[in-house]
Each structure stands twice: as C-alpha cells, then as structure tokens.
C-alpha cells in the first residue's frame, strides 16, 4: 500500500497523502485519549527508544503513546550502553533486535544514523531526531496544533524564527509545511541560517520587523547553548534585542496569530515570559498534540493491517478535542 | 542647532560628484543648509549674512576620511575626539569615522555610545564610529554588532588586527549582513608579516631589517574576496598597498561581488626608499612598497578599481615613534595633509579632478552609509574650501593634532584648504592668505 509507511525516517521522504493520513489517525485518537481509553494497537508489542542523545520529552513522549496503544517500551541511552566499550551502532541496534522488540525509535547526535540502521534492521525505526537533519513526528505534531487552531496551514504563513541551520526541528516543519501548501519564511541571524535559506524553497529575512506582520504562525526556536558557538552570535542578550519574540515584537503580530516553541524554553531569550504563557502561546497543546502524533506514526509502522479501521473510527468521532 | 545664520559662497568652481557639477557660480547656505547653486552673480548679496569671496578657490562638499584612529577612549595621550576632530576640520573633513581600537576597545554597545556622547559634547566635525567585529579585536568571539549599530556604528573592523581565523571572518561577514554594513579588512596575514618593520625587497636586506612581503596582503585579499563571494557581505578593504592584490580587486568587482577599497595618501606619495633614513615616520602597516607598487595604486585610484582615499590618520606619542625602528610604532598623522598631498596627483595629471573629489567624499559617504559628501541643493551645508594653487609648507607649529608623526613636516606642497564649513557654520579657516 503507497499510502502506509513501513519507516519513518525523513518528513521530506512524506507524500501529502502519507501526511494527510498520520494527521487524521492522530485526530481521532485525540478524544479518546482525553477521555482515558487504550487503544490496543501495539498490544503484546515492545518498542525500543534508542537515544543516543539526551532527551526527556521526546522519550517521555513516545513512551506514554506507546503505553496508550497498549505496548510496552525498554530504553536505552547512550550512557548506559555498550557503545563507550567500542561496540558499533549497527552491532548495538542488532543485540537489541535479538531481543525482539517490534519497532526501535532512534535518536543520534550523527544525522543519517536512523537512515543506516532502517536499511540494516527487518523491524521499523522511527526517526527521534537526528543531528541537524529531522525531526519528523515533532514537524508532524507541530502542523497538527497549527491545523487545530487554524483549521488548515494551506495558504497560511509560518514563520520559523532562529537558529534555522542547526534545526532538525526547521528541516522537517518546511518539508511537510510545504507539502500541505503553507507558505514558509524563516528568519534569524544570518550566521544560524543556511548559507543559502532560498535552498530550501522558502523565503526568508534577517529581521523579524519585516515578517511579523504576515505572520499566522510565529515558531520560534530554541537557541543551542549547547551548540551554540561564539563566532556565531555576539551574546544572548544581543539575540534576544534583535530576534526574540518580546511582548513589544509581539504587537506586530495579526490578532489571531500563534506561537508554537519546541521546548525547551529559554525563557526571556527566544520567548519573552509573557508572550510564552500568553494567549497566543501554543506550546502545551503541541506536548499532547506529541503524544496522539506519536501514537499515530507508532500504529502506522507498527499495526499497518489496522490503520483504514482507525481511520474510519476517526471519521466517525464528534471531531478533535477542541471542538 | 543651525540658527538663522545664511552664507554666500562666491564665484568658486564649484565641484559636485553627487550630481556631476563642475562649474563656476555661487552656492547659498541658509540654517545650516545648502539652498541654492546659481551661475556667479545670479544670487544678491543681501541674501547672505557673510558673503565669502572664493574667485580661483574649488567648492567642494565637505570631505569624509572614512578611516582615523582618534584614541578615544583610553590614549588621550596621542589624540582625543576633540584633537582629532579639530585636525580633521584643518584638513578640510568634516566627517570622520573612526576604527574600534581604542581602550576599551569598541566592541560593544557601551563604547560605541560613549564615543558618540563625546563626539556631541566636544567634536569639531561629524564622528563616525566603527565597531570591532571581535571581542577585544582578538579574532574569537564576534562582538555585539547589532547592538553598536543601533548605537550609531556605521561599519564593523578589526583594523590593525586582521583576522585570521577564515571561519571567524566568514561568520563575522553573515552576522553583519543582517545590519546592512560593510565589513572592512585590514588584508595582512600577520603570521606572514612576523615582525617585519617594511617591505621586503631590497631594501629591507640592505638595511638589515625584516620585511613584511606583499604576500602578506595579497594572500588575505584572496581570502576575503573568496569570502564576499560566499558570503554576500559587503566588503572593503583599508589601505591596499600592492600591485597584485589590485588584480584580486579588479576581478572581484568585474564579478559583480560588493568588495570596495582605499588607499592612503602616503601609499600613493611615497615608496619605500623613504625608509633609508631609519625615519620611523615612514614605518607603518602595511608598509611603504617599491614603485611599481606605487604606480599601480595611482592607476587603479584613476580607473576606480581604489574607490576612496583614506588616511589611516594614526597619531602615537614621542615615547612610541622616537624609538629604534624595529621597535617603532606603525602608523602616521594624515588628516592635515591628505588634501595637499593627493591634489599632487591632480596637479601632475595622473587623477581627474572629479574623481579626486569623489574619492574624498561621495565614496566614503556610500560606504559609511551617511548622507553627506554632497552640495545637492537641501542637504547640510557642509562644504570645504580649497585654493589649489596655494603654496605652502607644514610646519610642526601649526600641527593641531596631539601628535606630530608625520612624514611630510616641513615640506611644500601646492593646494591647500582655506575653509571648512560644517552644517553652514565656519568649523575651519585660515588667518591670512599667500605664501609663507
């Protein structure tokens, strides 16, 4: 079937019909998750979250939809596992797969890595985020609360705002952004932009003055302390002067724009406290939009036989959770 | 702060690279503006409060050196705001920019808003700052670029401390490309140049002294322009000295890449046989270079390939110039002289006269990203005045800079300024004229 996945490696690997089908699981997943039901699409199923990068919501996020679709998950983090004795990452992924989990969500600091190892491996992987490349369900949870608030992205503006270079967060929203017919700029300091933004066939600009006022959504991402590196900005202080989402910035905004922020928050840096917790601030609902989407991608590589059920299922509830 | 002073200007050429006006006539200053150019005796005296006569004097828009150090903050010893401004003003300029390597360096916000507050408290002409691109000029950590351009910084350099790191440079060009500003490169790859005092040739081995080579500056000039092409940034190029690193200029400008540049007046006046001597005010950075380097800067100011002249005015005290000449400072005073001494080339024929004073004002204005450098009728009224057949020698008393570290004390020239005007008011004018 064209329209299953057997992996989920890259949002730009998506067709609008593959896109269209995760949103909709997850719709439908929605009320009954709020209304406490588990969904037992992964009973008697074990999925291995192989994070070679530290990350609490993202494993929280798939460890809960797992739990919802009633699997059971083992965990395994870069600091407890063999690789500092020498082992390869392809020898690791196969030691676990003895053990004969269902599905293996990866995340690895090395983009490409949970490419190498869907090739290697007979089970589905799902990409947790890998280096600068993608970060699938999070462009996917990220769309789906745009189109909760929105109704629909198509013809819609989103602007991307930050250190756009080293985002795989950025990478996978303008793919699937793209594919659904949103218009994409992004904005930031010219040193955390790619070196050439049009590349990506999205529009861009230095200064968020000359965006904001276009603007349905407004994405600000989070500034790598961890990345971050001295030839690149000046200091916080100067990014946030200049690109931070402050409560003066914000009045640029169209009424009924929103702000979605991927977490975690520098607070004061990318969001001003105000604008965060504000009513325009989405970011809550994109951590239980996370759960249903993982939910969504997790029943789809894993259970494909049950999918065009659900599907119907969806179609037949009294609509999402905001309705 | 122009009250309801007006000025009548008479019978000078008046020369306008902004508009490409070379002719004889009367130009009209009213509150601090200029409000009328007419042909001579069109405009009655009795619209002017001061009539000055300039029959056989040049009208120029005020001058702009878009490249002084004035030592402010922290080595008032050698030049103050107030000093540098005021020499500026004898010169003939009435805009300055000044590079960040002062002490505290300018490499934040702070700094650059101190000069400004001090340029309106005590500045005889108009003060630009430049903002350091790295933190302390050490070639690290960009430095808070943003934040001195909305300080009034008008372009970003490490002058004196190129820098080295390629990866830093890159970075430095994309960040300032969010602000519109021109980065300006000191070209010298400073592990090349060593300890080297002047160029290396033959003089610099009969002398016994070590040579800083041209491949000092045409191997960063490489790099910086294959970074403009990368990158996009503006670029421009302080006091380019050699033959080869124009050929690098000329091609990055017929490709089409945003890279400009300067030669000082010195680099065009003299070669490095000036340093036989052990004069260390003819050591400074990059150096004084042979002759074919000298004629290949003349052309290329001529063909435009060099789009300004800059002095690199670069006062130092007695205690860093009256040394050894290895251990002498780099750089000299030029404001005071600039004028007379590149009105040679004017004189000689080898520069148009147009394209001299493009060079001085229109130029350094596009660079800086100012509006002036201009006699465009409704602009400010800052306008210099010069008689070019006027002879004259400089003498050490008549310095106005703090320091005296020039190479041209006690020498002739022909041309010189007679008035500076700053927004319609005399900033500047000789006491008595002719010969002395």
Redesign the interface.
């Known amino acids: 079937m064209a329209d299953s996945i057997k992996h989920l490696i890259a949002a730009a690997d998506l067709t609008e019909k593959q896109i269209r089908r995760l949103l909709d699981l997850a719709r439908g997943f929605g009320p009954r998750v709020t209304r406490g039901e588990i969904i037992p699409l992964l009973q008697g199923k074990t999925v291995v979250n192989l994070f070679f990068e530290n990350s609490t919501r993202t494993r929280l996020s798939f460890e809960q939809a797992t739990r919802k679709l009633g699997g059971t998950t083992m965990n395994f983090s870069a600091s407890t596992s063999s690789l500092s004795k020498g082992e390869t990452l392809i020898d690791t992924a196969k030691n676990i797969l003895a053990m004969g989990p269902h599905c293996l969500v990866v995340r690895h600091a090395s983009a490409g890595s949970p490419h190498i190892l869907s090739k290697e491996l007979t089970i589905p992987v799902v990409n947790a985020g890998d280096g600068f490349h993608e970060h699938p369900t999070q462009g996917l949870l990220d769309v789906l609360t745009m189109e909760e608030k929105l109704g629909t992205v198509k013809g819609k503006r989103v602007v991307i705002l930050g250190d756009i270079a080293h985002s795989r967060v950025a990478r996978s929203n303008i793919h699937i952004l793209k594919k659904l017919g949103a218009s994409v700029a992004v904005c930031g ?3 955390l932009l790619p ?1 050439r933004p049009e590349i990506l066939g999205v529009d861009f600009a ?2 968020p003055e000359e965006l904001l006022p276009d603007a349905d959504v407004i994405m600000a991402l989070r500034i790598q302390m961890e990345r971050q590196n ?6 916080v ?2 990014y946030s ?2 690109w931070g989402m402050s409560r003066e910035r914000a009045k640029l905004l169209k009424p009924e724009a929103i702000i979605l922020h991927p977490g975690p928050i520098n607070r004061g840096v990318e969001l001003d406290p105000e604008v965060a917790d504000g009513p325009r601030s989405v970011i809550l609902d994109q951590v239980f939009n996370g759960v249903l989407i993982r939910m969504a991608v997790l029943a789809s590589v894993c259970a494909p036989e049950k999918i065009e059920e659900q599907l119907k299922i969806s179609q037949s509830q009294p609509g999402g959770r905001h309705v | 702060m122009s009250e309801n002073s007006s000025l009548l200007i008479k019978g000078g050429r008046i020369i306008d690279p902004s508009s490409g006006h070379d002719a004889f006539g009367d130009l009209l200053i009213e509150g601090g503006i200029i409000s009328a150019i007419e042909k001579p005796g069109q405009i009655p005296d009795s619209r002017a409060k001061k009539v000055i006569p300039a029959s056989g004097k040049w009208v120029l828009p005020g001058l702009i050196d878009a490249h002084v150090h004035l030592r402010e903050p922290g080595m008032e010893y050698k030049e103050t705001i107030a000093s540098g401004t005021r020499a500026a003003v004898s010169g003939g300029f009435t805009s300055v920019a000044c590079m960040a390597n002062t002490q505290p360096v300018n490499d934040t916000p702070y700094v650059t808003a101190f000069i400004r507050e001090r340029a309106k408290q005590t500045a005889a002409c108009r003060v630009f700052p430049i903002g350091a691109a790295s933190k302390g000029l050490k070639g690290e950590e960009i430095a808070e670029i943003g934040g001195m351009i909305a300080e009034g910084a008008r372009a970003i350099s490490d002058d004196g401390m190129p820098i080295m790191n390629s990866y830093m440079m890159r970075k430095v060009m994309d960040y300032s490309k969010a602000f519109g500003v021109a980065v300006i490169s000191h070209a010298e790859d400073s592990f090349l140049v060593g300890q080297g005092a002047i160029n290396e040739s033959a003089y610099s081995n009969s002398l016994g002294l070590r040579g800083n080579p041209a491949a000092a500056e045409e191997i960063l000039v490489a790099r910086d322009i294959a970074l403009c092409r990368l990158t996009r940034c503006r670029l421009h190029f302080a006091h380019i000295t050699t033959e080869l690193a124009l050929e690098h200029i000329r091609r990055a400008k017929d490709a089409g890449l945003p890279v400009t540049a300067e030669a000082s007046p010195h680099h065009l006046l003299l070669s490095e046989e000036a340093v036989v001597g052990y004069d260390t005010n003819f050591k400074m950075s990059p150096p004084l270079r042979g002759e074919k380097d000298v004629a290949a800067l003349r052309k290329a100011l001529r063909d435009g390939s060099i789009d300004l002249i800059a002095t690199d005015h670069a006062p130092h005290g007695v205690i860093e110039k009256a040394v050894e000449f290895d251990q002498a400072a780099n750089g000299i005073i030029g404001l005071e002289t600039a004028v007379a001494a590149t009105l040679k080339l004017v004189h000689e024929g080898a520069l148009p006269v147009m394209r001299w004073v493009e060079s001085l004002t229109t130029r350094p204005a596009q660079l800086l990203g100012i509006p002036y450098g201009t006699l465009k009728v409704g602009s400010a009224a800052d306008v210099t005045l010069i008689d070019p057949d006027q002879i004259w020698t400089i003498l050490e008393k008549d310095i106005v800079s703090k320091s005296q570290n020039t190479p041209f004390l006690n020498q002739k020239f022909k041309g010189r300024v007679v008035a500076t005007i700053l927004d319609g008011k005399i900033a500047y004018a000789i006491e008595q004229e002719g010969d002395r």
């Open positions: 300091p010219p040193t070196p230095f200064r001295r030839m690149q900005i000046p200091s202080a100067e002067k200049i």
